[in-house]
């Protein structure tokens, strides 16, 4: 039954997401593929991020290779990490996970609005270029993305528009939804 339940949220959550938006929202989200579903039976890491009764809470997801198994490694910027080894229902899905293997999920406080985020600086990182060169954000526990390079400050609470430094793109964000802490991210 609980199995039933679980792809039951998982339909209505897709459903909901590709009928559910209104107004213009042109630009707001990238173009560039992004494609994850972790469900999450019982990561702390990950759960602070997607319990809509927490805001501010914010989780970057990377995947990473442990001993030759697939991981995501999570990382929350309340101090806390975690690793959540891949099913075999992860690897049949293969998730893209953002424009450089990151993405960065959580509630805002200002709203309580679900956001998920690229973890790369919108105005550093290049996903044309060749190699492509990470320029990976990094989180405050206060809901803020740094950049080292540009030391730009983007405001996650606030839809990751620039906070701090010079004015610039604001964060590259996906559509996204949850079914809570112990539920299903669901990026796209």
Same mark, same amino acid.
């Given at each position: 039954?609980?199995?039933?339940?679980? %792809?039951?949220?998982?339909?209505?959550?897709? &459903? %909901?997401?590709?009928?559910?938006?209104?107004?213009?929202?042109?630009?707001?989200?990238s173009?560039?593929? &992004?494609?994850?579903?972790?469900?999450?039976i019982?990561?702390?890491?990950?759960?602070?991020?997607?319990?809509?009764?927490?805001?501010?809470?914010? &989780?970057?997801?990377?995947?990473?290779?442990?001993?030759?198994?697939?991981?995501?490694?999570?990382?929350?910027n309340?101090?806390?990490?975690?690793?959540?080894?891949?099913?075999?229902?992860? +690897?049949?899905?293969?998730? *893209?996970?953002?424009?450089? !293997?990151?993405?960065?999920?959580?509630?805002?406080?200002?709203?309580?609005? %679900?956001?998920?985020?690229?973890?790369? &600086?919108?105005? @550093?990182?290049?996903?044309?270029?060749?190699?492509?060169?990470?320029?990976?954000?990094?989180?405050n !526990?206060?809901?803020?993305? *740094? @950049?080292?390079?540009? +030391?730009?400050?983007?405001?996650?609470?606030?839809?990751?528009?620039?906070?701090?430094?010079?004015?610039?793109? +604001?964060?590259?964000? %996906?559509?996204?939804s949850?079914?809570?802490?112990?539920?299903?991210?669901?990026?796209?």
């Amino acid at each position: 039954m609980q199995k039933r339940n679980f %792809f039951h949220n998982i339909l209505s959550l897709l &459903c %909901f997401m590709a009928l559910g938006s209104c107004g213009d929202v042109t630009g707001e989200f990238s173009r560039r593929p &992004c494609r994850v579903i972790i469900e999450n039976i019982n990561d702390p890491t990950l759960g602070s991020a997607l319990n809509p009764m927490v805001s501010g809470v914010f &989780c970057m997801i990377e995947m990473t290779h442990k001993g030759g198994a697939a991981h995501y490694h999570c990382t929350s910027n309340q101090g806390l990490t975690s690793d959540i080894p891949w099913t075999e229902l992860d +690897k049949r899905r293969n998730p *893209i996970m953002g424009l450089n !293997n990151g993405i960065i999920v959580g509630h805002g406080s200002l709203d309580q609005t %679900f956001f998920a985020y690229d973890r790369e &600086c919108p105005n @550093c990182f290049d996903p044309d270029a060749i190699p492509i060169k990470s320029k990976p954000l990094r989180m405050n !526990n206060i809901g803020r993305a *740094i @950049c080292d390079i540009c +030391k730009r400050e983007y405001d996650m609470n606030n839809r990751g528009i620039v906070v701090k430094g010079e004015a610039g793109n +604001k964060l590259t964000r %996906f559509r996204a939804s949850t079914t809570g802490p112990h539920g299903a991210l669901i990026v796209q």
